[in-house]
C-alpha cells in the first residue's frame, strides 16, 4: 500500500492539485492524505469545497503581515510533526510557492522521496520572479520524481543533469481543474459580476506578485484608468486578498464607474469569467496556462516569465508593469481584430485536460 501525501498552501496550488488528489483516493489500497499548510487561508478553503476535498492534516500557519522566513519556519515545523506521527512513502508538492519549498525540505530531511507537480519550469534569473523562481529551482535540487508540464520543462531538467528516468512530460493538472469546472450557462452569484454586460468587451486583471508591489502596482492602476477613460471596455479587477494591495487599488481604481472591483471570486466563478472575457491583463503564472485553454489572449505584466511555450505559441505577450506599455498593448488588441484572432485562436502547449491521470498512472506503474 503506497502512503501518499499531496500538500497544497495557496489557492492556486490548491486548484492544480485537486484533480490529482481525486486520481490518487481513487486507486484502491493507497493511503492518500492532504496536508493543508493554510498560506492562504480563505482562498484555499474556498477550493476545498469546490473540489470536495478533505485536508487530513491543516497546518493553518496563516497570519497578516507573514515574511517568508515566518511561512517557512511555520511550514517546517508543522511537517515535522506530521511525519512524526504518520510517515508517508511519497510526499507530492506543486510549483513554485514557499509552502512547497519547505514541505519539500522537511520530507528530504525525514529522507521520504519528494514528487515535483510542474517541475522544470525556468527564468534566466533566480531573483525573477522572487521568491519563485528560487522555490522550484531548490525543489527540483530536493526532488526524486519530476511531472514537469511540457517538453521544454523536461528539457531544463535534462540540462541540470537529473536522471532522464525520472523525469515525466505530463501536461498541467490546472487544465484539468479549469476545464471542470467551465460551464456554458453559468450563472454568477456575486453581485458585481451579474451586473456586467457581456455583449461588451470585458477586460480581467489581476495583480499580486511581490515584484510588483510598491511603484509598480502604482503604474498598473493609472494604466487601468487610461485605458478606462480611452475606450468601452468593462474592466474587472479581481483583488488579491492582500489588504496592502487592495488598499492601492481602491485608492486608485475605487470612484471610477467603468471599473469593478471584485475580492478574488471563488474559482468557479472566475474561471467562467474568464471564459466569458475578451482578454486578461495579469502578473500570474498560472493564469498563463488557463486562459489560452479557454481561447482567451494573455498579456502579462511582468518581464520575464518562466513559461516561454506559451511566447512561443503566441497565447501569451509581456508588457511589463509601465503605464505606457499596458495601454500601448490593450488598446492594440481591441483594434487589431487580426492579432486577437492570432492570440486567441492559437494552440494551447499546456495539455489536454488528462495531466492527473497521467501523473497518477506514472505512480501506480513505479510503486506496484
Known sequence: MLKLALVFGTRPEAIKMAPLVKACQGVAGWDTRVIVTGQHREMVDQVLELFDLEAHYDLNIMSHGQTLNEI?????????????????????????????????????????????????????SVQNPFPEEANRRLIDVLAHWYFAPTERAAENLRL????????????????????????????????????????????????????????????????????SARSQMQIVVAMHKNPDIQAVMKGFLGSDANITLVDAPGYKEFANLLARCTLLLTDSG?????????????????????????????????????????????????????????????PNPYGDGTAALRICAILQEKYK
Open 72 to 124: 517557512s519556519e511555520r511550514t517546517l515545523r508543522g511537517m515535522a510533526g506530521i511525519f512524526r506521527e504518520w510517515r508517508p512513502d511519497l510526499v507530492l508538492v506543486h510549483g513554485d510557492t514557499s509552502t512547497a519549498f519547505a514541505a519539500a525540505l522537511a520530507a528530504f530531511h525525514e529522507r521520504i522521496p519528494v514528487g515535483h507537480v510542474e517541475a522544470g519550469l525556468r527564468t534566466p
Open 160 to 227: 541540470e543533469r537529473v536522471d532522464p528516468d525520472r523525469i515525466f512530460v505530463t501536461g498541467n493538472t490546472v487544465i484539468d481543474a479549469l476545464l471542470s469546472v467551465v460551464e456554458k450557462d453559468f450563472e454568477f452569484t456575486t453581485p458585481e459580476l451579474r451586473r456586467l454586460d457581456f455583449n461588451r468587451p470585458i477586460l480581467v486583471v489581476t495583480a499580486h506578485r511581490r515584484e510588483n508591489w510598491g511603484e509598480p502596482l502604482t503604474g498598473i492602476c493609472q494604466a487601468l484608468l487610461e485605458i
Open 286 to 346: 498560472g493564469l498563463q496556462e488557463e486562459a489560452p485553454a479557454l481561447h482567451k489572449p494573455v498579456l502579462v505584466m511582468r518581464e520575464v516569465t518562466e513559461r516561454p511555450e506559451a511566447l512561443e505559441a503566441g497565447t501569451v505577450k509581456l508588457v511589463g508593469s509601465a503605464q505606457d506599455s499596458i495601454v500601448t498593448a490593450v488598446l492594440q488588441l481591441l483594434s487589431d481584430a487580426q492579432l486577437y484572432q492570432r492570440m486567441s485562436t492559437a
